[in-house]
């Protein structure tokens, strides 16, 4: 009889020692759940997991350093290694050296023949009544020969030449705009990768801690083995995500080097995180600017041009070609018994096929039609691209806050779970469904941030121009508070 008196007074004495932590803890923190930030885009330093570490990756030599680069030096190493951009420029070379090649047609050409011949008369022996043999020696035979006009043809070859070497720039313009809109998006996958392999060590620390917290529970009788054999797998499951986090970065630098032209780069530290970079431009600026700037429009109309100047120059091939010619020559029975010349202006008239210039002349007009056809599509892409990339920017913007609110409320629900199961009052399933539901909101608003910093790159490049900064507001409801956090 005792021995249940003492037994029933030690359970009421816990269950008011319970009651007394359960009620400290709601009086200590008594608006927890309640409070409301008011930026809509926080400082990183707000919302990111706790980093146990800091991780330098440093450059194995003799001395060790830490290297740390942004995204201005990523497009420099791309711009002056990626193999693509070097390519392009290899062919505004060899287009502009074909500009030369047409203007050589004015050039003077020179030549120069030395040889020896043993004739044997055919014919003279048949008047004669035997055949006459002789040797022919040519010491030097110099010729010279200038085309002096030619009615415009060189001029039109030329000109074609020119705008063929116009598109070719045209060209690299565009390849640089490609590789710079992969570097970006290689660049801010790999701030995305670095954010969640942060996260995913903040589980580990975070299911580390609730291991160790149902261990003393167990230990004092106050939680059953079931917990502690919870934690012991949830944190088994971070330790596995974590691995492939970390696998995920490998694979992003890889990537972002691949784009740079630096596969067997060392490794390096990024210097920024991911932040959120106002796109403040109309939809008429970005398709003016598309029309001024981007690259595909220009070699559309630079076609075009080149399909007209063929039709003037088949159109030229009736045209004769007006020249001088001379010849010097010594040589004869000996190398120097004798010597000739002679010089003269010719008007040559080319051989003419009435019927195959007709036709060529009709293919040509049929190709210039075609590319003023491939012209009026390129634009009409063109502006889609642009309007799809527009909206799909507002949208990711758009986005942001709403990924926001949805990790500032799981952040909140996990402080109360983790709370409650700190007193006692809680329970495993509650707390892990809060921490998978905060781990994956912090992932979700990174991948948002990471998204919408890819469509603007996205956007950047089918307009052909970079967007600078804070210039016109995009939706005025979506930078209000952005607007009162830079204020406060």
């Not at 060899?94 to 020896?116: H, K, N, V």
């Not at 070497?165 to 690299?172: A, E, F, H, I, W």
């Not at 012991?232 to 330790?239: I, P, R, T, Y």
Request: net charge positive; glycine share 6%.
């Amino acid at each position: 009889m005792k021995i249940s008196k003492i037994f029933t007074i030690l359970l009421i004495l816990l269950f008011m020692f319970q009651a007394s932590s359960e009620a400290a803890f709601w009086h200590k923190d008594n608006s927890l759940g309640n409070k409301i930030k008011i930026e809509e885009y926080p400082e990183s330093k707000d919302v990111e997991p706790k980093i146990v570490k800091d991780e330098v990756t440093v450059i194995k030599g003799g001395v060790e350093n830490s290297i740390e680069i942004g995204l201005e030096d990523c497009l420099k190493f791309a711009l002056g290694n990626n193999p693509r951009i070097q390519a392009a420029m290899q062919d505004v070379f060899a287009a502009d050296a074909r500009i030369r090649q047409a203007w050589s047609a004015y050039f003077p050409q020179f030549g120069w023949q030395t040889g020896y011949t043993r004739i044997k008369q055919l014919q003279l022996s048949d008047v004669f009544g035997r055949n006459l043999i002789f040797n022919y020696f040519v010491l030097g035979q110099i010729s010279a020969s200038q085309m002096l006009y030619d009615f415009g043809v060189t001029q039109n070859q030329v000109t074609i030449r020119k705008l063929d070497s116009q598109g070719y720039k045209v060209t690299l313009t565009g390849t640089v705009n490609d590789v710079i809109c992969e570097v970006k998006k290689a660049y801010y996958n790999l701030q995305y990768a670095l954010e969640a392999k942060k996260v995913a060590e903040d589980m580990v620390v975070k299911y580390a801690s609730f291991y160790e917290q149902a261990k003393g529970f167990y230990k004092a009788g106050i939680k059953p083995k079931v917990d502690v054999t919870i934690a012991e797998v949830n944190l088994s499951n971070a330790k596995l995500n974590l691995i492939q986090a970390e696998n995920a970065v490998d694979i992003a630098m890889a990537r972002l080097n691949n784009v740079m032209g630096l596969p067997y780069s060392n490794k390096y530290k990024i210097k920024e995180s991911l932040k959120f970079d106002s796109c403040d431009i109309t939809l008429d600026d970005a398709i003016k600017t598309a029309q001024e700037s981007r690259p595909e429009f220009q070699l559309a109309e630079i076609k075009v041009e080149g399909a007209k100047q063929n039709v003037k120059l088949i159109k030229k091939s009736y045209f004769p070609q007006l020249s001088v010619e001379g010849q010097f020559q010594i040589g004869g029975r000996t190398f120097t018994s004798n010597y000739g010349y002679n010089f003269g202006g010719y008007l040559n008239f080319p051989t003419i096929n009435g019927m195959l210039i007709k036709n060529e002349i009709k293919e040509a007009k049929a190709i210039y039609s075609r590319e003023q056809a491939n012209a009026i599509n390129t634009q009409n892409d063109i502006y889609y691209e642009v309007q799809q990339n527009y909206y799909s920017l507002t949208e990711q913007k758009n986005k942001i806050p709403v990924a926001y609110l949805g990790l500032k409320q799981a952040k909140e629900n996990y402080d109360l779970s983790a709370g409650r199961y700190e007193v006692g009052v809680g329970n495993p399933i509650e707390l892990k469904d809060a921490q998978v539901q905060y781990q994956n909101a912090q992932l979700t608003y990174y991948q948002t941030m990471c998204d919408y910093n890819n469509a603007r790159a996205t956007l950047e490049k089918a307009i052909g121009k970079n967007i600078s900064n804070n210039e016109v507001k995009l939706e005025k409801d979506c930078t209000k508070n952005t607007k009162k956090a830079k204020k406060s």
